[in-house]
């Protein structure tokens, strides 16, 4: 059977911010590249458009909760981002995000889709899920431009994120600490918000060389980061980690966790431009890992394959596994 391009491509956005509506606006450049006519609706417009959520020459990207209209859609690939972890998201959420993956797998019109394979490992593993493909997240058009020359003078180690539990900011900062108190001249960055805002605020305990930026728009943390020395986190769970993809884009070198998603990303970058440490991200074993990253001089590497074009190509060859009547079968373009 000859695959046909869709006529359109509908992608969830999900928030006006965070990392779901960056993925779907670095999908919809992705698309557009390719010539396709492409629309990022909210998640909860989706439910009000059944002829496109029927109609087989539309392909559906559904994620969070616009995947629960996978009983009604054809031609939807569901996107997993992330896997329910109970202790941070609680019960009922998890059982919700769990049932969503669920609906998509009984769904003949959809299949389910994990944003890496650390991700779809647990999904099946550990939820007993069909996962049909593993794609990883595009970078934003904008963070494969040339980083200037001027970004040479880097000072700062920076963390981008949510301020939650899950991503141990509390664990990083004694370590940042330390290594600010080695490095005269250098300061740190926590760019992001969340309900650990406050106590985090407390235990930098007024240390003028560590900044609480809020919320930054995706320009504000290119720019950041091109100013920045080494990039931080700590999320051990991390289903992929489209912000160390960012931070390497713009020439950082990066500190992370020995687990996650994030270690697919470059994985021959790791022991030069990324380096680890300890999975319990205790304040040796960080601090260990900054003091390398900062002495790292490696080039920016090349992320043609996380472009948002690349990753285009790849969910629609993933759509081709979809008959004419938008109904999934593995061999439908065989």
Known sequence: MEYKYPAKVLISGGKPSGGVAS?????????????LRTEVAENASILRR?????????????????????????????VAHGFPCVAYLGWPRALGILSSYRLANASG???LVAVSD????????????RVDAAIRNPVLPAFLEPVPQASANRDAITYVGRLHRSKNVDRLLPAMRDVLDETPGLHAWIAGDGP??????????????????????????????????????ANPTEPF???????????????MPASGGGLE?????????????????DRTSVASALRRALSTTAA?????????????????????????????????NG
């Open 109 to 111: 019109g959809a299949q």
């Open 50 to 78: 059944p002829g496109e959520l029927r109609d087989p020459a539309v392909l559906k990207i559904l994620s969070l909760a616009a995947v629960f209209a996978a009983p009604v859609a054809r031609r939807a690939l569901c």
């Open 196 to 233: 650990m805002r406050e106590s985090l605020e407390k235990l930098a305990n007024g240390d003028k060389r560590i900044e609480f930026l809020g919320t930054l728009s995706p320009g504000q943390v290119r720019e950041r980061l091109r100013r920045t020395r080494v990039f931080l986190s």
């Open 241 to 255: 980690g489209i912000a160390y993809l960012e931070a390497l884009s713009q020439g950082c070198a990066v500190a």
């Open 118 to 129: 650390y991700s779809a490992l647990q999904l099946r593993s550990i939820f007993g899920l």
């Open 265 to 281: 990303i470059a994985p021959e970058l790791i022991g030069s431009r990324i380096q680890l440490f300890s999975v319990a991200a």
């Open 23 to 35: 993925f779907a606006e670095s999908l919809r450049h992705g698309f557009s590249d390719l010539g």
């Open 300 to 332: 920016i590497p090349s992320l043609t394959a996380s472009s948002a074009n690349a990753v285009a190509k790849a969910y629609l060859a993933a759509s081709a596994q979809f008959t004419s009547h938008g109904i999934f079968h593995p061999e439908a």
